[in-house]
């Protein structure tokens, strides 16, 4: 059969009908091979198997919300884009790029974030130094009013952090137990090891530290290397 203008064969209808269509695992795929990362990296970032990556890009079950939204953040794509199968481009969505921030604007809200949190453990840190002799005294009240208003801009970037959808258990909770490690294990191995035992105090909130900072990359979308890039 000769083609003529304007007749489209069943090839290539079909052949749109399958461009237009793409479901979760298929559009995952296509955006960790297009970042260039194994299964096993994307697992890393988002905290789950490789095992879970391979069953959703298989399409042979979906991936909850909180993983839909931290896999929509490390991409830097929409929830839509990633959960309408007829939408397979970003442009195509509600929220197509409008207001998105720039590299630089989310490298710099991850930036005070670990700043802001580094601030908030220092006086706990600090006090404990003061309370066993190691440091000269200072006033107590110049550590608490540091204390109120570095906790008031944590607080607020929390907030911020959970209007845009965030979980709160993804930064609230390893933000009090790292509070907790400064603030309350000097006390018990403080008796026993002194100044050792204020700095193991230290060091133990590093773990729950290192889980806000991992929580707040992928809010944003940052892998470690994007983070620091032009920084």
């Given amino acids: 059969m000769r083609w003529q203008p304007g007749t489209r064969s069943a090839t290539m209808e079909a052949s749109d009908k399958e461009v237009k269509t793409m479901t979760f695992g298929e559009k995952l795929y296509r955006l960790r091979k297009e970042r260039g990362m194994s299964q096993e990296a994307l697992a890393g970032e988002l905290g789950v198997s490789r095992q879970a990556i391979s069953r959703w890009e298989l399409g042979e079950v979906l991936p909850d919300t909180a993983s839909v939204?931290?896999?929509s953040r490390l991409f830097g794509v929409s929830t839509d884009y990633l959960l309408l199968s007829d939408c397979t481009s970003e442009a195509e969505t509600p929220a197509a790029r409008a207001g998105e921030q720039s590299l630089r604007q989310r490298q710099e809200a991850v930036g005070k974030g670990v700043l802001s949190r580094v601030?908030?453990?220092?006086?706990?840190?600090?006090?404990?130094?003061?309370?066993?002799g190691a440091w000269e005294p200072v006033s107590i009240w110049y550590?608490?009013?540091?204390?109120?208003?570095?906790?008031?801009?944590?607080?607020?970037?929390?907030?911020r952090y959970l209007q845009e959808?965030?979980?709160?258990?993804?930064?609230?909770?390893?933000?009090?137990a790292a509070f907790a490690c400064v603030l309350l294990l000097p006390f018990p191995l403080g008796a026993v090891l002194n100044t050792w035992g204020v700095l193991l105090g230290q060091l133990a909130a590093v773990i729950p530290l290192v889980k806000s900072?991992?929580?707040?990359?992928?809010?944003?979308?940052?892998?470690?290397?994007?983070?620091?890039?032009?920084?």
């Fill in 143 to 159: 550590l608490l009013g540091l204390q109120v208003l570095v906790s008031a801009l944590l607080c607020r970037q929390n907030h």
């Fill in 69 to 71: 939204l931290a896999v």
């Fill in 213 to 231: 900072i991992k929580t707040l990359r992928l809010h944003y979308g940052l892998t470690w290397k994007s983070w620091r890039k032009d920084r």
């Fill in 165 to 176: 959808g965030g979980a709160w258990r993804g930064l609230t909770v390893p933000d009090l």
């Fill in 119 to 132: 601030l908030w453990l220092a006086p706990a840190a600090v006090y404990h130094f003061y309370r066993l």
